[in-house]
């Protein structure tokens, strides 16, 4: 059995408590225009390297024993810090018999496990890595299925019943939700989630600004003259949004 991943991030402090190695899988169904993590698309590569995906040279192939070595490498900066290690993307449950065995693997060794994902999954295969993931990070993009078809290129049916799932479990998560102008930073489209989280705003709530980090490899991708040019919200605007959840009850962080 083996995993391809094409990057591995050590001292990462954003994927979710302590110092963590973030494990990014290949693959993804969806394709947001905002991603950041284009190496995760497939076509990504393929417009990239003229080859098929599997043949880039930047994406690497792991067996089991290979990675838990690689994790395993930063064990005492885990321990001293309450770390662990997060496996994202791309879509990690994407490669889901490989994730779900890695996360046995890690329980086992008594390693804290961070699984960040779209919900973009079968529910068979979501409901398990949720009941074997520490902490799940749910990003939850837009609730009005057109414009998730518009901006990420698939329906969001998935997404909100595995959402759905999440709410009546006693699974560990927090909502992630990426704010860009005029697409997932709208009032309505804010409103949206908060009407869908209404009744569990128990539900920690990491708000995260787009960064144009990843722009020059998404533009490779999409013809970025077909959107809205790619921003995030003003300081006053971020205030703003922080109040709409913060006044329904919700606790929220800016940043992951
Ligand atoms: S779900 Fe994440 S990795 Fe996949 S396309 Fe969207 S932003 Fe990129």
């Known amino acids: 059995m083996h995993a391809y991943i094409f990057n591995i991030q ?39 390297s003229g080859e098929n995906e599997m043949s ?67 529910e068979k295969i979501f409901s398990e890595v949720a009941s074997l993931a520490d902490l799940l990070l749910f990003d939850l993009k837009i609730i009005d299925n057109d414009l998730h078809i518009k901006y990420t290129g698939k329906d969001n049916f998935q997404v909100i019943k595995n959402l759905e799932y999440l709410l009546k479990q006693k699974i560990p998560f927090r909502i992630r939700i990426p704010l860009i102008n005029e697409i997932t930073a709208t009032d309505k489209s804010l409103h949206d989630i908060i009407s869908l989280l209404k009744d569990n705003s128990r539900i920690p709530i990491d708000l995260l600004p787009y960064h144009p980090l990843g722009e020059a490899k998404s533009n490779k991708l999409w013809d970025s003259g077909k959107w809205p040019k790619l921003s995030a919200p003003d300081d006053e605007r971020l205030k703003e949004i922080c109040q709409m959840f913060e006044t329904n009850g919700f606790n929220v962080r800016v940043g992951g």
């Open 10 to 48: 050590g001292f990462s402090i954003h994927d979710g408590p302590g110092i963590r190695t973030t494990v990014f899988f290949q693959g993804c169904p969806l394709e947001c225009i905002w991603c950041h993590n284009a190496e995760g698309i497939p076509q990504y590569f393929e417009k990239e």
């Open 56 to 122: 880039f040279p930047g994406l690497k192939k792991y067996t089991l024993e290979g990675l838990t070595e690689e994790i395993m490498k930063d064990k005492v900066f885990y321990d001293e810090s309450g770390g662990g290690v997060s496996f994202s993307g791309g879509e990690p449950l994407m490669q889901a018999e490989f994730l779900i065995e890695i996360l046995k693997k890690m329980k086992y060794l008594q390693i804290h496990t961070v699984v960040d994902t779209s919900g973009y999954a079968p």
